[in-house]
């Protein structure tokens, strides 16, 4: 892998590319002027399969050949993706089977994309052989890199009858006989126990209140079809062009499809990043886009790409959003990097001027006159060029984690616990509050191994099993702090409920039960701590009861005032705290301030609204990134002074930055 190693860890700046829509003559001139702008690469194909293969079996790569070879002249690397995202018509009008079947019985027809059911005979046959000839094709050509499969993948719910049969195959291997699936599945309840394989079907009729067991190995089924097809794309490809890298672009978070298991196999991850320009946006959207990113860098713990990123206003699924503010296309492109992603491919160069995506625009407007977002990204690319070489082989090493997955997503999505209650979103409102105090955290799985971290932030460990519960102990045990939330330790892996006091497994660590809880959805209620402050609170309350813990905040309404809704216990030679209910954002900050002093943790007190920290590192060498994500100019006292990595200067300790400014401090040693 020499080659892609190489290729894969550049800072760098890239543009998302469709030679097929545009006349070849404006390749050159592209190229051209990509080459004097500073890209260093285009993703492209993605959708090409009419042009790549006009008839069964009929290839014709001359035309990308010729677009490849004019970027190549450009010095212009590139990254091809799988066009198996869209398979032609011809291909569908011969194979229908190719076309997902919704629950209702419609079928997903061609016209837009993503119509193609993972589990189809047809779309595996005729995938691998184009991407087999794709990968002998390219396999030396000296401009392309790697490859991107598909195009962000989301958790197909088919129901044709290959996902039919191979979802009972799926159930077959799982489960030892039907017996041992009944049980576990509790298919019992209104007499859905299944007497014969053939009885088991995808959730024909939709999942709304089907047994929650089997939704949840339903979408466990889904997505590890996803996974079974991208893998046999891989083997194509690693055997072809072994020395090609292979991403995936996932995108538009929280997704149902696992990305973990679908990232695992991939050489790194990628992330689509689209970030919301209006300004009603302003005071989330930085760190919703913040957890994105970390999210991204987590599904392989390291760093990864942005194949796509945000450069005109978009529109075409939805009405158009606002063009992007002066500033917004660099300090966001920014934020990517310094939160891990080393190049940045912007969609796309130019907008298109046909097609369902005229609106979605590109850098370039359609009057192809290069204008202000243009020369912005130019800038940029720029800037990125200047840095590049510092920056490569550098990384974040987080002191605090949050664990997530998908499995928990789907179950707590399948059966909404309460009006009001979003896994996703709760645990936005925590990843925002460690960013808002300047804390680096890592969001990784449930199944990531915890040593070196000092806070682990647990939201909603819904589905709990031993061995996840032990590995919690051990963590808190040996001196780690755990933060726990409501809805924790409700279920085993197969969604069936634990019959022991919340948060079950987790009592034991947590010193506290929960003696009754009040689902409160969107009624605002308050908790009240010993200084008494009082905070909001919604969704849930766990009304707990203290074995060896001790309570630090307490409701304040309704006929449970005055029962614990916080506590906190010494675990071993660390803590653990449970938070019965949802606070709100100020509370949050407050207690992670607690677990911070406690852990030994720095963080910022004072930091302004939309300002985000983070630290790019190696063993030499360590970069501070200072973002200002807002609209206002932003103050913010560092209490050092250090170099600046993008002008050289020494820049004072207290840091002025105008809105959307960027600062990049090398802190490998105070000056
Ligand atoms: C996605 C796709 C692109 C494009 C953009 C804009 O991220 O991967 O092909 O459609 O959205 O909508
Ligand atoms: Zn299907």
Known sequence: MTQSTTAFSNVQVGVDYYPEHWDE??????????????????????????????????????????????????????????????????????????????????????GVRGHRCFNSPSLLQYSIRIVSELAKHYSNHPAV????????????????????????????????????????????????????????????????????????????????????????????????????????NFHSYPQKMDIHLIGAELDFASFDYYPNTSPDKTATGPYSGALSLDLTRGIKRRNFWIMEQLSGPPGCWFP???????????????????????????????????????????????????????????????????????????????????LYSSDQLVALGNQKPVDGFDYYENIKAWHRALTKLGIGVDVIHTKEALEGYKILLVPHLYLLDEHLAGRIEQFAASGGTVILTHRSGVKDHLSVCHMQPLPALLSNCAGVVVSEYDPIGNDVH????????????????????????????????????????????????????????????????????????GADLPYYENLPEGVQLSVRQNETKAYLFVLNLSRQEAVIDLGYSYVSLL?????????????????????????
């Open 145 to 248: 890199c790697g490859w991107q499969i598909d195009n962000e993948y989301w958790l197909l719910e088919c129901h044709c009858p290959s996902c039919n049969t191979r979802f009972r195959e799926w159930a077959e291997a799982r489960y030892a006989s039907l017996k041992e699936l009944n049980d576990a599945w509790g298919t019992v309840v209104w007499s859905g126990e299944y007497s014969d394989w053939s009885e088991i079907t995808t959730p024909l009729g939709g999942t709304a209140n089907q047994n929650p067991s089997f939704l949840l190995e339903y979408h466990r089924f889904q997505s590890d079809s996803a996974l079974r097809f991208q893998r046999k794309q891989m083997e194509v490809i690693r055997q072809y062009a072994p020395g090609h890298f292979i991403t995936h």
């Open 526 to 597: 308050h908790i009240r701590t010993s200084d008494q402050k009082q905070f909001t609170s919604t969704q849930w309350n766990d009304l707990l009861e203290p074995v060896t813990a001790e309570a630090i905040a307490w409701y304040a309404d309704d006929f449970y005032e005055g029962v614990p809704a916080v506590t906190r216990n010494r675990y071993g030679n660390g803590t653990v705290y449970y938070v019965g209910t949802q606070p709100d954002d100020a509370y949050m900050e407050r207690l992670i301030q607690e677990a911070a002093e």
């Open 320 to 402: 158009n959003w606002r063009t992007p503010y002066p500033g917004f296309i660099r300090a966001f492109s920014w934020q990517t990097i310094a939160r891990g992603a080393d190049t940045v491919v912007h969609f796309r160069w130019r907008s298109a001027i046909q097609g369902a995506e005229q609106f979605w625009h590109g850098l370039i407007d359609h009057s192809n006159v290069p204008g202000r977002r243009f020369k912005e990204f130019a800038d940029l690319c720029r800037e990125v060029n200047s840095v590049a070489a510092q920056l490569e082989g550098t990384t974040l090493r987080n002191d605090a984690a949050i």
């Open 647 to 671: 002008t050289a200067g020494k820049q004072p300790s207290t840091l002025v930055l105008p809105p959307y400014g960027v600062e990049i401090l090398n802190i490998s040693t105070p000056s």
């Open 25 to 110: 003559t404006m390749w050159e001139q592209d190229a051209a002027l990509m080459q004097t702008t500073g890209v260093k690469l285009i993703r492209v194909a993605e959708f090409a399969w009419s042009r790549l293969e006009p008839e069964d079996g009929r290839f014709d790569f001359a035309w990308l050949d010729r677009a490849v070879d004019t970027f190549h002249r450009y010095g212009i690397q590139v990254v091809i993706g799988t066009p198996t995202n869209t398979p032609p018509r011809w291909l569908t009008s011969k194979h229908p089977d190719i076309l997902p079947i919704q629950h209702n019985g419609d079928i997903v027809q061609p």
